[in-house]
């Protein structure tokens, strides 16, 4: 009995000593006031991201506006190859 009640005094004792950084690694995370806690976002960060929203809209519309020409040139070639096919008929006629 005497030596399990020893046998915890060694075991607390041991416990209550405090540990080395090398023996429980490192135990935090140094922030600084530069970083940002989680769910914060930067100011630049919120920017360039309306800069690249805004970017890829123009991106878009340009594209759109090229498919429109290019649907607008087809009508017209379309439109003047008709346009000879008739005249072609009616003078073989």
């Given at each position: 009995?005497?030596?399990?009640?020893?046998?915890?005094?060694?075991?607390?004792?041991?416990?209550?000593k405090p540990?080395?950084?090398?023996?429980?690694?490192?135990?935090?995370?140094?922030?600084?006031?530069?970083?940002?806690?989680?769910?914060?976002?930067?100011l630049a960060?919120?920017?360039?991201?309306?800069?690249?929203?805004?970017?890829?809209?123009?991106?878009?519309?340009?594209e759109e506006?090229?498919?429109?020409?290019?649907?607008?040139?087809?009508?017209?070639?379309?439109?003047?190859?008709?346009?000879?096919?008739?005249?072609?008929?009616?003078?073989?006629?």
């Amino acid at each position: 009995m005497w030596e399990e009640r020893e046998e915890r005094s060694i075991m607390t004792e041991e416990m209550d000593k405090p540990l080395k950084e090398s023996e429980v690694g490192p135990t935090s995370i140094d922030v600084t006031d530069e970083q940002t806690s989680i769910g914060e976002v930067p100011l630049a960060e919120l920017q360039e991201e309306k800069v690249q929203e805004q970017n890829r809209e123009i991106e878009q519309a340009q594209e759109e506006s090229r498919i429109g020409k290019r649907k607008q040139k087809r009508r017209r070639a379309i439109t003047y190859l008709l346009h000879i096919s008739i005249h072609t008929k009616t003078k073989a006629d």
